[in-house]
Nanobody
Framework: QVQLLESGGGSVQDGGSLRLSCVVT?????????FGWFRQAPGKEREGVAD????????RYTNSVRGRFTISRDNSKNTVYLQMNSLKPEDTAIYYC??????????????????WGQGTQVTVSS
């Protein structure tokens, strides 16, 4: 079983930055899992934002955030991060951390992930 707890959300101005953290509680090494960040805005479907391989050597991003967001992991601290720079109002959403046992063929496929956090709100104002 895996438990995920996100933090770091908040309200920022257009162009600002936030760093989300996802603390992972699990009985096995963190390197057993791939991780992803997803988001869901009001009235919209959940969207995959970024994911990272088990060893951290491969990270992928959806087109709308590539070059602005960076996913990383610190297996020694059982924590996954999402650094978000140059934030835009359209980035406003609840952001979720997710863990899975396999690294899928494409970024942001929810079916590749088995465990989910409760989410943290990110609001970007213009």
């Amino acid at each position: 079983q895996v438990q995920l707890l996100e933090s770091g959300g908040g309200s920022v101005q257009d162009g600002g930055s936030l760093r989300l953290s996802c603390v992972v509680t699990t009985g096995v090494p963190l390197s057993s899992y791939t991780f992803g960040w997803f988001r869901q805005a009001p009235g919209k479907e959940r969207e995959g934002v970024a994911d990272i391989s088990k060893g951290g050597g491969v990270d992928r991003y959806t087109n709308s955030v590539r070059g602005r967001f960076t996913i990383s992991r610190d297996n020694s601290k059982n924590t996954v991060y999402l650094q978000m720079n140059s934030l835009k109002p359209e980035d406003t959403a609840i952001y979720y951390c997710a863990a899975g046992r396999q690294f899928g063929n494409t970024v942001g496929r929810a079916s590749d992930f088995d465990f989910w956090g409760q989410g943290t709100q990110v609001t970007v104002s213009s």
